[in-house]
């Protein structure tokens, strides 16, 4: 059975993956997103014990920064990646259901849910390792990348 834990940001791996998770984001979209946009941080990956998993950051977007050009999707951090299909890759779900977690926000113009993976499921070798590595017991459920 899946849970859902609330991140310990004080750790060093967990603000490390925040920092990843926004610099990722940023550079993707040309956006200025910071932890203070952050409503919630949280680990999930499905069958991951409870304090394991993927990091989650809830983001809300202001009123001041909308409308942005964050979009649904998988975003890979490298060009490479499109090619090499392992490699971190931002992905920002439409919401919750499938192998998303329950605490994922639905996609809107004001909120959205991202977090990193291993590699872009996209590419047939990316599917592998982002299902060993980021979503079966193989992978250790790492925070992220």
Sequence with gaps: MSRVTPAKSGTPPLAA???AILSA???????QFTAGNVTRRFQFSKGA????GTLNLNINVPASMQPTKVAVGRFPVNPATY????????????GPG???SPLTLPFSAS???AHLDSALPYNPIGLFAHLIQDMSN???YKPCP
């Excluded at 984001?25 to 956006?31: G, H, S, T, V």
């Excluded at 014990?49 to 394991?52: F, I, L």
């Design 83 to 94: 090619v090499l299909g392992a490699g971190a890759t931002l992905h920002i779900p439409p």
């Design 111 to 113: 909120q959205f849910t």
């Design 25 to 31: 984001l940023n550079n993707r979209f040309k956006a």
């Design 17 to 19: 993956c925040e920092s």
């Design 98 to 100: 499938g192998a998303d």
């Design 49 to 52: 014990a409870d304090g394991s």
């Design 138 to 140: 193989l992978g250790g």
